[in-house]
């Protein structure tokens, strides 16, 4: 298996019609490098820097961050490398760092947390804008947004610290493009007005899922109810691909991992993917053996059904007739 998805990924990831697909890495402290120099990987679409900051007992310095994300960047052969800034708080506690919430998962946490504590998202930033000198491939990403001023906000203290660079450096520092996770539900309805502020977004399906349905996503009691398949996510990632045309949007969530959930999410318009390595052979093949012209239609039957076990039928019977 592992011999096949090894030659899978040796080929761009074009479609059987011919429009390319991009496929990216969901990665973690280690940088699978293997993965990343195949013709069919573009790149790191998420770097969770959250084990970086578990790996040490106490915050990183900027030097120490650094020194890792220099390592990432120059892993990546001159692909881009999505890092998200740090995302602790709910399901990602910091032993250093004690919260305590009545309601973690509403609480102090990703873009919020960054946001009150500027000194440590600057030293983020800046450690990102030092490793990526001499690599120009690094993109960067805020978790959990959910309000304009909180992007706002943060072009503000990366415009910052390329000031303070360009300053100390005594040349002009490029800023790299900086996104957003659409993760909560208000994102959603508002991101047609944020693009002008925003380079590019990707989809958080995990949270986006858990927020939509009030389901905590790691409690085994409501497992069943957490449901990515849901109309009303459905719905939610639909609105989200047309507020987002002709804009850089991709989906880094488990969904973009799962061959049904592939298959959804190209029926929607969504053209970039990022997922554990695991699932980047199977989904290579997926999009190999699709004709993505002929969707259209199964995006209408999509949004037209009422549960997820439904919508998943549907995407099961189009693979089937597709063969
Ligand atoms: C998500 O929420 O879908 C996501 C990709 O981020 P995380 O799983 O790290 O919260
Ligand atoms: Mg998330």
């Known amino acids: 298996r592992s011999e096949r998805f090894r030659r899978q990924l040796a080929r761009p990831c074009i479609s059987a019609d011919g429009e390319a697909v991009t496929l990216l890495l969901n990665a973690g402290l ?12 573009s790149g790191v679409g998420l770097y969770r820097t959250e084990a970086l900051f578990m790996a040490f007992n106490q915050f990183p310095t900027e030097q120490q961050q650094e020194r890792v ?6 892993g990546a052969e001159g692909k881009s ?7 602790v708080g709910g399901d990602k506690p910091l032993p250093y760092l004690p919260i305590r919430e009545d309601n973690p998962f509403l609480g102090w946490r990703g873009v919020r ?10 030293s983020q930033i800046r450690a990102l804008l030092r490793a990526s000198q001499g690599y120009d491939n ?5 978790p959990m947004v959910s309000r304009l001023d909180e992007i706002q906000s943060c072009r503000r ?12 450096w005594g040349r002009a520092v490029i800023p ?5 996770m ?26 986006l899922t858990q927020y939509l349905l009030a389901v905590d996503r790691n409690n085994a009691q409501v497992s069943a109810s957490f449901d990515s398949f849901h109309p009303a996510v459905v719905a939610a990632l639909d609105q989200i691909a047309r507020a987002s045309q002709g804009r850089e949007l991709g989906l880094c969530g488990e969904l973009a991992g799962e061959v049904l959930g592939a298959l959804m999410l190209l029926t929607l318009g969504y053209r970039q993917l990022s997922m554990n390595t695991q699932s980047l052979g199977a989904i290579h093949y997926l999009v190999e053996n699709l004709d993505l012209s002929a969707l259209a239609p199964l995006r209408m039957v999509l949004l037209a059904q009422r549960d997820g076990e439904a919508v998943r039928h549907c995407l099961t019977e189009h693979l089937q007739a597709a063969g």
């Open 30 to 41: 280690a940088t699978e490098e293997r993965v990343l120099c195949k013709p069919g990987i």
């Open 138 to 142: 690094l993109k960067i990403m805020v």
């Open 157 to 168: 203290l990366l415009e910052q610290a390329v000031a303070e660079l360009s300053e100390e």
């Open 182 to 207: 659409v993760e909560v539900p208000a994102a959603l309805f508002q991101l047609g007005n944020w693009w002008p502020w925003l380079d590019f977004a990707s989809v958080g399906s995990n949270d």
């Open 113 to 122: 947390l960054s946001l009150d504590h500027p000194d440590l998202f600057l």
């Open 81 to 87: 490398v999505t890092v998200r800034t740090l995302d």
């Open 176 to 180: 790299p493009p900086l996104g957003i």
């Open 69 to 74: 994300y220099r390592r990432l960047l120059s």
